[in-house]
């Protein structure tokens, strides 16, 4: 019998963060008896007097939140890092070893409307959404080494608020994941004289089969090692470093990228679609990173239907991540469903 990664147990290699997944393609019509998430409650109305982000509402520090109109900004009431936090040494005793650190965070509002998420709003708003993310790349770069943007939807992901909304954490560290990305990527430019993200992308136009979508600027696809079963890589055409690097053209076909590939995970399941997002650039200190591409990663938890969600327990807390639903299967269901919402069907 000959090796068919179709059909074959097998590992795949994350080159980004040097880390591997098992994938059993073999599984895939195991039965599904477990839990069922509980959904609905999917129609909110377009402002809400009890939503501590819709315009005019008081939040929890007693603030109220300006009538505004775009997008909003404001510093989040229990941040988890702080820029007022003391610096110094690190504390050491042997095995307890501790670094104090200073930070940021804030939460952004992508619009007043309560009920609209991204994949339901238009071009022209989802381009602010844009601005303001590379903004506060900018901004809180200018104090901090680190600024992740993320957003968190629906409650599955521990969301706490449907107010379409999205938050960005600096700090003056590298983080745990950039960091191995960090890692990887300079490694990979040292031993070749090219760019990782770049050259891996030459390679999946070639193939098509895990891209989803592709504009003038931008593709999204599954990538080769991805270990939620929906999860998307957001690669630019060029070689970009941070967001605020991007012209006002790549900008709207940004936005029309993200509108078209989230509309296609909302009409997968006809849910408003859970996930978790964020943006990596390059690092926001003086350091030559030449050896960074611009992504976003989706990591969205739903496998079966808008109710059953891979869980990652067991092998995967112990020993590595692993999937039944191969990549490329992921990525030709996305690429089947429409790009247009099934709400307007
Ligand atoms: P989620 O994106 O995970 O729902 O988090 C929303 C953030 O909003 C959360 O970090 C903050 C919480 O601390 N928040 C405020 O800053 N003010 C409030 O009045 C409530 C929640
Ligand atoms: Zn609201």
Redesign the pocket.
Same mark, same amino acid.
């Given at each position: 019998m000959r090796f068919d990664p179709e059909a074959h147990p097998h590992r795949r290699h994350n080159p980004l963060t040097d880390a591997w997944a098992l994938v059993s393609p073999h599984r895939n019509q195991r039965p599904w008896q477990g839990q069922r998430e509980v959904t609905g409650g999917e129609n909110h109305p377009s402002y809400d007097t009890h939503c501590?982000?819709c315009p005019t509402n008081t939040?929890? $520090?007693g603030e109220s939140n300006p009538p505004y109109t775009g997008t909003f900004v404001?510093? $989040?009431?229990?941040?988890?890092l702080l820029s007022t936090s003391p610096g110094g040494e690190s504390a050491e005793q042997g095995f307890l070893h501790a670094e104090p650190v200073q930070g940021e !965070?804030r939460?952004i509002c992508f619009s007043p409307r309560h009920d609209l998420t991204l994949p339901e709003m238009e071009v022209e708003q989802l381009t602010k959404v844009v601005d303001v993310w590379a903004e506060q790349v900018r901004e809180l770069g200018t104090q901090n080494r680190w600024v992740q943007v993320f957003? $968190?939807k629906g409650a599955v992901?521990? !969301?706490? $608020?449907p107010h379409p909304?999205?938050?960005a954490w600096a700090s003056n560290f590298l983080p745990e994941l950039p960091f191995r990305e960090e890692e990887c990527q300079r490694r990979y430019t040292e031993k070749r004289d090219s760019v990782l993200l770049c050259d891996y992308l030459i390679q999946e136009r070639e193939r098509q089969e895990r891209i989803v979508e592709e504009n003038a600027h931008w593709v999204m696809l599954v990538p080769y090692w991805a270990i939620w079963p929906f999860e998307y890589l957001l690669l630019p055409k060029r070689h970009v470093l941070r967001l605020p690097d991007l012209s006002s053209e790549e900008r709207v076909s940004l936005a029309e990228i993200l509108k078209r590939s989230l509309i296609r995970y909302d009409n997968l399941f006809e849910t408003s679609f859970p996930y978790s997002m964020g943006w990596h650039g390059a690092p926001t200190d003086e350091g030559n990173y030449a050896h960074w591409q611009l992504h976003a990663h989706f990591y969205p938890p739903l496998l079966r239907s808008a109710s059953v969600r891979k869980f990652m327990v067991g092998y995967e807390m112990l020993a590595e991540s692993q999937r039944d639903l191969t990549p490329e299967l992921a990525a030709k269901r996305l690429q089947e469903v429409s790009a247009v919402h099934y709400k307007a069907w």
């Amino acid at each position: 019998m000959r090796f068919d990664p179709e059909a074959h147990p097998h590992r795949r290699h994350n080159p980004l963060t040097d880390a591997w997944a098992l994938v059993s393609p073999h599984r895939n019509q195991r039965p599904w008896q477990g839990q069922r998430e509980v959904t609905g409650g999917e129609n909110h109305p377009s402002y809400d007097t009890h939503c501590y982000l819709c315009p005019t509402n008081t939040r929890a $520090n007693g603030e109220s939140n300006p009538p505004y109109t775009g997008t909003f900004v404001f510093t $989040n009431d229990y941040a988890a890092l702080l820029s007022t936090s003391p610096g110094g040494e690190s504390a050491e005793q042997g095995f307890l070893h501790a670094e104090p650190v200073q930070g940021e !965070c804030r939460v952004i509002c992508f619009s007043p409307r309560h009920d609209l998420t991204l994949p339901e709003m238009e071009v022209e708003q989802l381009t602010k959404v844009v601005d303001v993310w590379a903004e506060q790349v900018r901004e809180l770069g200018t104090q901090n080494r680190w600024v992740q943007v993320f957003e $968190n939807k629906g409650a599955v992901m521990g !969301c706490s $608020n449907p107010h379409p909304h999205g938050q960005a954490w600096a700090s003056n560290f590298l983080p745990e994941l950039p960091f191995r990305e960090e890692e990887c990527q300079r490694r990979y430019t040292e031993k070749r004289d090219s760019v990782l993200l770049c050259d891996y992308l030459i390679q999946e136009r070639e193939r098509q089969e895990r891209i989803v979508e592709e504009n003038a600027h931008w593709v999204m696809l599954v990538p080769y090692w991805a270990i939620w079963p929906f999860e998307y890589l957001l690669l630019p055409k060029r070689h970009v470093l941070r967001l605020p690097d991007l012209s006002s053209e790549e900008r709207v076909s940004l936005a029309e990228i993200l509108k078209r590939s989230l509309i296609r995970y909302d009409n997968l399941f006809e849910t408003s679609f859970p996930y978790s997002m964020g943006w990596h650039g390059a690092p926001t200190d003086e350091g030559n990173y030449a050896h960074w591409q611009l992504h976003a990663h989706f990591y969205p938890p739903l496998l079966r239907s808008a109710s059953v969600r891979k869980f990652m327990v067991g092998y995967e807390m112990l020993a590595e991540s692993q999937r039944d639903l191969t990549p490329e299967l992921a990525a030709k269901r996305l690429q089947e469903v429409s790009a247009v919402h099934y709400k307007a069907w």
